[in-house]
């Protein structure tokens, strides 16, 4: 149980252009969804904590404009990268909390490639 | 502020040898504590958790954890390594109660040596 399925696992995208990175609980309702980042051969930095039906709430330093994030149900997240750049480039995961728990499931992560 | 440190980058031990990755922790109150592992390119799975109670926590892949409060710490251990042991691995605290949110070490690379 508590199965997270990120897609698409991998993608290339030209500089300038959007990206959507969908997290699915699949299995179970999640409240929460978190977003993080995570750079070669570093630990996940979190990006924003996400709550069905409401706005995100991003962490200091992560721009809300560039990564849009929608929890429209309580099973489906999204990360939209917009006008991404090579900079942008790295290792997406996002992770599902079920509601009163403090333990979180992680989905395989989605790795983005701007060129 | 909440911190999370695991002091050794990269690790490697022999197979069949005994582990040990160190993790240590700043926070207030009473911390939820959990280590992961990650494989390359892959998401994270978590390994054991201490919440409260018994200070010795057992984990999944004959992993275990000791929660000592005195010395802050949360170390993972294996009696015994298996080459699929080598990854990554995170200890994380959870920031705040209900949260759900989570601050994770620097990460450990462990090497197992045939």
């Known amino acids: 149980g508590a199965v997270v399925s990120q897609h698409p696992s991998w993608v290339i995208c030209k500089s300038g252009t959007s990206v959507k990175i969908e997290c699915r609980s699949l299995d179970f309702q999640a409240t929460t969804m978190f977003w993080y980042r995570q750079f070669p051969k570093q630990s996940l930095m979190l990006m924003a904590t996400?709550?069905?039906?409401?706005?995100?709430?991003?962490e200091q330093g992560v721009e809300k404009d560039k990564f849009l994030i929608n929890h429209a149900s309580l099973t489906l997240s999204t990360l939209t990268v917009t006008s991404a750049h090579p900079e942008d480039s790295s290792f997406y995961i996002c992770?599902?909390?079920?509601?009163?728990?403090?333990?979180?499931?992680f989905g395989p992560g989605t790795r983005l490639t701007v060129t | 502020a909440q911190s999370v440190t695991q002091p050794d980058i990269h690790i490697t031990v022999s197979e069949g040898a005994s582990l040990e990755l160190r993790c240590n922790y700043s926070?207030?109150?009473?911390?939820?504590l959990f280590w992961y592992v990650q494989s390359p390119g892959q998401g994270l799975q978590l390994l054991l958790k201490?919440?409260?109670?018994?200070?010795l926590v057992q984990g999944i892949k004959g992993f275990e954890a000791e929660f000592k409060r005195s010395q802050s710490s949360f170390n993972l251990r294996k009696p015994s390594v298996h080459w699929s042991d080598a990854a990554e691995y995170f200890c994380a605290v959870g920031a705040l109660l209900n949260t759900g949110k989570l601050i994770f070490g620097q990460g450990t690379t462990l090497q197992v040596k045939p």
């Open positions: 926070y207030g109150a009473t911390p939820y």
């Open positions: 996400s709550n069905e039906g409401s706005k995100a709430t991003y």
């Open positions: 201490y919440f409260s109670g018994d200070t």
């Open positions: 992770s599902a909390t079920l509601t009163g728990s403090s333990e979180q499931y």
